[in-house]
């Protein structure tokens, strides 16, 4: 299909790995920092981990309600981050609870969801990414 | 290689598409809403791109300094939103600019940096994401 662009927008990073990074409309600013030192901030594996959990989540809640049921879904997700060859590696695993259905019914909404949602398919050829439906998230 | 975990971090949604979404550390905490409503907030097309701009240019800042250049690279990040079959898609550019080096240099050092960065390997498979290097940006 022909590319047709509904919504664009700018982010930008100057600091490196520690520092301000932005959106350039403002609506995101953030303090970055390397997860493996002790100084306040976020770091790419939250900012892409919390973009596949409100993106997934969203187009859930959007099957809920298409299906007449109320949102109660939530999606948690785990980033690790580990030495590849070279640099390093992320891996993205998405915990999806959709408590107010039978099983069934919540694999049915989550296939849907993930043939919908932009952050599913931008990841999900990756064989480091998962997601998958559970009744209860682990302990953190 | 064997899975060897440096770090590992929790980030959740359960709002959906409007409301508060955060890492469980607390370090990432962010007003979600639509792109296509006229709300405050940001999203996951902002996120993923603070992603890769953080994650490649902090892998950029590595290479200039082993090299025994200052850093001044800037990773500005388009992230564009449209309809796909089903549902939607997010289309991912990320303009790389390297000033203090000559060209043949910079696409050296963003050569290395690709193979290097982590959300670079995560994303870099799929056809709607480019990196590119350039002398200016853009005007947003």
Known sequence: ????????????NATGIQGTARSLDGELQVQVSSPLK???GTNPEQLVGLALATCLNATIEAEEKRR???HQSVVRVKSEMGPDTPGYQFWVTAYVKIPQVDRQTAQA???KAEQRCPMAKLLGANPNVTIKLVDEFEEV
């Open 1 to 12: 299909m022909e590319k047709e662009v509904k919504y664009t927008t700018w982010v930008e």
């Open 38 to 40: 002790p100084v306040a």
């Open 109 to 111: 909404i989550l296939k």
């Open 68 to 70: 007449g049921y109320d």
